[in-house]
């Protein structure tokens, strides 16, 4: 009986044996972040995408089943069974390969290389992109591996990137935008190196980096699906820089550009200055010619109120107003601490001595003119 029960737990051990053996001949997992192909005596019989929308996966499936119409027999093309997501699969045992590709976005980092731009010069382009297996079978028919996929971008990629680099400028490629790019209107003047100011031409954008690495994105996919399955979601600059030879003629340049900047900005400044000075001089002769103007209206009517005046005082007593501009033309004429001698004979004498003098400079005429 122990005997018989040992023979038993032998064989179902054997037949569990045999059937996680058989199990894992027929049967294979595809995980989240992989893309499977398998293939039956090298024949593609059963391609697995990512988790892909509906309508992706239609086009997805029309493009896997176009390359197997390339590449094998009608019949064996009617057959290819395409799927997607992932899970548990099943194959034939023994006869059906797996081959396994990543379902990731992955990254592709060129090496720098020279590219000659449509001014004539030179870059040294470090650049990358971000690259993801949209048709695992092309893939596997082109490149197969992942080190050969890169090595089919690094010329795709390169190739886009001189062709659109190619057309474009210097500043374009640095820049995005025109922003910050406007010099004032100056005057013409004469420059050190013999140039006007309003001469000054500035470059403009009409595409930028972001339009031409967009460009260079579109081309690189573009290519890159139809010849290895590839799909190229951003190509980038991540440096570009001058050539050591061309970094003292560029920044003689730059240097000369930015020096007729400033003088357009100086002769803007000095434009302005003389048009403020301008209108302040005009103003202020405006102001003075006004004030002028009044000082003169207002001595005539202070010269004509006082010929009033003496007209009213002569025409009232004409003795006295004889008399007092006598004194005044005495006190005037007579220097401070000198002696006036006046004859007996003179018109001043005879004032002095008339009644008018005597009645109002009852006082010697020594106390009247000073000693």
């Known amino acids: 009986m122990g005997r018989s029960l040992g023979c038993i737990i032998n064989v179902l051990v054997i037949v569990l044996i045999v059937g996680v053996i058989v199990a894992r001949a027929c049967a294979f997992i595809v995980t989240e972040r992989e893309q499977a192909v398998v293939t039956r005596l090298s024949k593609p019989v059963h391609v697995i995408v990512g988790d892909v929308p509906d309508d992706a996966f239609a086009q997805l499936r029309t493009a896997i089943l176009q390359t197997a119409q390339r590449t094998e027999t009608a019949a064996e093309a009617s057959g290819l069974k395409v799927s997607r997501g992932a899970g548990l699969y099943f194959k034939m045992p023994f006869l059906d390969t797996v081959e396994k590709f990543p379902d990731v976005l992955m990254t592709y980092d060129a090496e720098p290389e020279s590219v000659v731009l449509a001014d004539k010069k030179t870059l040294v382009v470090d650049n990358f992109a971000r690259w993801h297996i949209e048709n695992p079978l092309l893939f596997r028919i082109s490149v197969r591996t992942i080190t050969a996929a890169k090595g089919a971008l690094d010329d795709t990629i390169y190739s886009a990137v001189r062709e659109e680099l190619g057309k474009c400028n210097l500043v374009e490629v640095i820049r995005t935008s025109n922003a910050n790019m406007e010099a004032p209107a100056a005057a013409p003047e004469e420059g050190p190196e013999g140039v006007e100011v309003d001469e000054i031409a500035f470059e ?36 570009a820089e001058l050539l050591p030879e061309n970094f003292e003629a560029i920044f003689g340049r730059m240097m000369a550009e930015r020096s007729r900047i400033s003088k357009a900005y100086r002769s803007e400044g000095q434009k302005q200055a003389d048009i403020i000075e301008g209108a302040t001089d005009r103003e202020v002769q405006v102001i003075l010619a006004n004030a002028e103007r009044d000082a003169a209206k ?74």
């Open 298 to 371: 207002l001595r005539g009517e202070g010269d004509a109120e006082a010929i009033r005046i003496f007209a009213e005082a002569f025409s009232a007593n004409p003795e006295l107003y004889t008399f007092m501009r006598s004194l005044e033309v005495m006190e005037e004429a007579t220097p401070p601490g000198s002696e006036l001698l006046i004859g007996l004979d003179s018109g001043i004498y005879s004032l002095l001595k008339s009644d008018l003098g005597q009645t109002k400079h009852p006082a010697p005429a020594t106390q009247l003119f000073g000693e």
């Open 204 to 239: 403009r954008i009409t595409r930028g980096r972001e339009e031409i690495m967009d460009a260079v994105t579109k081309r690189s996919d573009d290519r890159s699906r139809v010849q290895y399955g590839i799909r190229v979601v951003d190509v980038r600059i991540k440096r």
